[in-house]
């Protein structure tokens, strides 16, 4: 398989607790998953607009020593940032600084999976650039896999927003997504409720639904299969949601969804976050890492 990200790179600025100091950490939920992707040792490609400033150097930097291929970065203005703060639960809040102008071409050409998602597809010009590309993928036999990863203070008024992912969503094959969105999505309404009349529309996709501590349900067809998450010591969750889209990924981007192999992705997608929850950051792991909790715990069902 050959991957393709495309969407936003940020520099995350992770405050201390109690203090106001930060650190300078490359994030964004597509590089994130484009550098989880290399570390599992897929080999992946990522576009996207990169800022000529020292930030963008940091960035530059991380995808190449990550061995992520970087030739569709077109240069852009100043790095968008994100200042977040982890709460005493483990959980990160966000507060952006974001420009999003992406319009560079971005060629197809023996790609397996396109993934995207986040407010790459949701915010700024940029956003109808990538969608218009996930229509081209998905016209060409290319697997598009797609996760919303809501940020509701940059997305705005809901219902626009409703409208996009809904089109996205009908674009792809694969689409993971968070109980947290799909509430944010769909007001009192159940996650799995909505998560289902997606994967009950035209065309063959299956909709994982993320639900932290939870683990993950994923619905195909009329199967639901559900996967506990390992019991870690938690720092922080920063990336966790993106490890898990990496994870399982590896094991689904060429498209061949059966059950077995649905279980699996699920069963590494929690313990790859897990891995990731136990550290501070986007550190992602290692298959070895993954296989390691896999063989250690008894939570999460073969």
Known sequence: ???????ESIVDLIGSPGAWRFSAVPGGSPLNVAVALATLGQPVRFASEI????????????LGRHGVGHGDL???GATSLAFARIGADGSASYDFRFDWRFSGPVSLD??????????ATLAGPGAAHVREVMQAAAQSGVVVSYDPNIRPSLIGDREPALKLVEECVRLSRLVKVSAEDLAWLYPGEPDLDAATRWAAWPGERLVVV?????????????????????????????????????????????????????????RRGCA???VVCTREGAAPPSPQEIDGLLSSVSSIPV
Not at 51 to 62: A, C, P
Request: proline share 3%.
């Open 1 to 7: 398989m050959t991957f393709l990200v495309i969407g």
């Open 51 to 62: 800022g000529g400033d020292f930030f963008g150097e940091l960035l530059r930097d991380h």
């Open 74 to 76: 077109v240069p852009g």
């Open 110 to 119: 023996g790609v397996t999976c396109l993934h995207t998602g986040s407010l």
């Open 210 to 266: 993320t639900q932290g501590g939870d683990g993950a349900t994923a619905i195909l067809g009329d199967t639901v299969i559900t996967c506990p998450a390992p019991v870690v010591d938690l720092v922080d969750t920063v990336g966790a949601g993106d490890t898990f889209t990496a994870a399982y990924l590896a094991v689904l981007g060429d498209g061949e969804f059966t059950v077995d192999r649905v279980r699996d992705a699920l």
């Open 272 to 274: 790859a976050a897990a």
